[in-house]
T-cell receptor, first 110, second 112 residues
């Protein structure tokens, strides 16, 4: 009951377009959903997160949506830039160790 | 720059050898996690601590790994007898309670 599925595994978009990554989780009691960005050779860094008392959160070009009923959450990057190219990981936790999705490799073409 | 300090950044071991990694969590963070990130970038949770106590650990960690977070000393993760499949990036992360994890730079283990 702790699996987190993440799709797509590879995402290529044109600069200026939007990119969307989708995750689903099994544990309905999960209450915290962070998103991490990891650049090659670096550690993962939190970019945005959402708790179960919210359905939508936006920080600049990043939008996170949470559908608790469907046990799905998603990250949307609007107006992508080449600097957004990286691995992105979703995670879900219930006051315990976050379980991570398998990652999405985002490439933004100039 | 990460405030979670992991050492060493790289280590190379032969099969059967011990491999030990250390982590100094961010100051004031009582909860420490260890994750293994494999060559496919997949994260596997290994163990976590609150102060010196183990909160959760997976079966593999219980059998072949030893980990501790003594007071006033770095946390450590040690593989008792390294196997080729242990080659991975070992990430330590800390947090204040339940929320954002702050990751260290990782220790990249290569088992020959």
């Amino acid at each position: 009951g702790e699996q987190v599925e993440q799709l797509p595994s590879i995402l290529r978009v044109q600069e200026g377009s939007s990119a969307s990554i989708n995750c689903s989780y099994e544990d309905s009691a999960s209450n915290y959903f962070p998103w991490y960005k990891q650049e090659p050779g670096e550690n993962p860094k939190l970019i945005i997160d959402i708790r179960s008392n919210m359905e939508r959160k936006q920080i600049q070009e990043l939008i996170v949506l949470l559908d608790k009923k469907a046990k799905r959450f998603s990250l949307h990057i609007t107006d992508t830039q080449p600097g957004d190219s990286a691995m992105y990981f979703c995670a879900a936790s219930r006051n315990n160790a976050p379980r991570f999705g398998a990652g999405t490799k985002l490439s933004v073409k100039p | 720059n990460s405030k979670v300090i992991q050492t060493p950044r790289y280590l190379v071991k032969g099969q059967g050898q011990k491999a030990k990694m250390r982590c100094i969590p961010e100051k004031g963070h009582p909860v420490v996690f260890w994750y293994q990130q494999n060559k496919n970038n997949e994260f596997k949770f290994l163990i976590n601590f609150q102060n010196q106590e183990v909160l959760q650990q997976i079966d593999m960690t219980e059998k072949r790994f030893s980990a501790e977070c003594p007071s006033n000393s770095p946390c450590s993760l040690e593989i008792q007898s390294s196997e080729a499949g242990d080659s991975a990036l070992y990430l330590c992360a800390s947090t204040y309670s339940t929320g954002q994890l702050y990751f260290g730079e990782g220790s990249k283990l290569t088992v020959l």
